[in-house]
Each structure stands twice: as structure tokens, then as C-alpha cells.
């Protein structure tokens, strides 16, 4: 019965975290960037942190947030990141409809990698940041 459902893979969906501009950015924004040619629909993101902030264990609370619609190639900002938060380990777990489907993915900021080593440039953003696709 399993194998009769339909697994529908999320292509052109990303999770960027950007730092503010500033030379010590204390807080990170954290966008979910639709590149698809197409809008998507009824979009839910759950965020969580965990892991160890100085020898530490720490997670964060779930919190939730719905958008109706974010049109073709755009993006929305989601959160913003504290910047002791960026040291956990942050998880994003994304929903949405598309042309009568569900999808869903998650992507996770392991920690350590919001880090300026690692960053590229976010399409539609033309900032330096992290991003998961």
C-alpha cells in the first residue's frame, strides 16, 4: 500500500541563512527561495535548533509559519538567527503544494556550517550567505 503513494522529489526550493549587513552581524536571516518557474502554495516551515552551545545541550522551540503563495522566482524571509544560534545544528522542514501535490523536505544547517567558509551567493538575494537546495 506504501509503495502505491507517490513520492514527489523538491527540486529549485532552498533554504538560505544570510548575516545582516555590518561588519559583526548580530543576527542572521534565514529566507526561503522558490527558483521554480512556477508559484507554490500553502507553504508550511518548521524551524528547530539542537545541539551543544558550550558543552551545553540546547534545543530551541519549533515554531511554525504558513504563506499562501510566494510567486515564481522569489523568496521570503522566514526567521531571523540569533547569532549564538548559529552554532546549533538548525533544521527547516518545508511543505507546499504544486500543481495539485504535496512535497516536503528538510534541510539542515549542520553545525558549524554558518560559517563564511562556506558561503555562496544567493540567487535573487545577490548576497553572500549559506544555502541548502
Known amino acids: 500500500m506504501k509503495k502505491d503513494i507517490p ?13 545582516e549587513e555590518g561588519e559583526t552581524p548580530e543576527f542572521w536571516e534565514v529566507y526561503l ?15 528547530t535548533g539542537y545541539g551543544q552551545i558550550d558543552g551545553e545541550n540546547v534545543k ?8 499562501e503563495h510566494i510567486p515564481p522566482a522569489s ?11 548559529r552554532k546549533l545544528a538548525n ?16 534541510y ?5 556550517s554558518l560559517d563564511t ?7 535573487l538575494l545577490d548576497r553572500g550567505g549559506v544555502m541548502i537546495k
Not at 513520492?7 to 548575516?19: G, S, Y
Not at 527561495?33 to 524551524?47: C, H, P, R, W
Not at 539542515?108 to 558549524?112: A, K, W, Y
Open 7 to 19: 513520492v514527489h522529489k523538491v527540486e529549485d526550493i532552498a533554504v538560505a541563512i544570510i548575516p
Open 60 to 67: 530551541t522551540t519549533t515554531l511554525r509559519y504558513y504563506y
Open 33 to 47: 527561495v522558490n527558483l521554480k518557474e512556477d508559484g507554490i502554495n500553502n507553504i508550511l516551515v518548521n524551524s
Open 108 to 112: 539542515i544547517f549542520v553545525q558549524g
Open 91 to 106: 533544521e527547516y522542514w518545508v511543505s507546499f503544494s504544486l500543481n495539485g501535490h504535496m512535497y516536503d523536505k528538510k
Open 117 to 123: 567558509t562556506n558561503f555562496t551567493e544567493i540567487p
Open 75 to 85: 523568496c521570503v524571509k522566514i526567521e531571523i538567527l540569533q547569532h549564538k544560534l
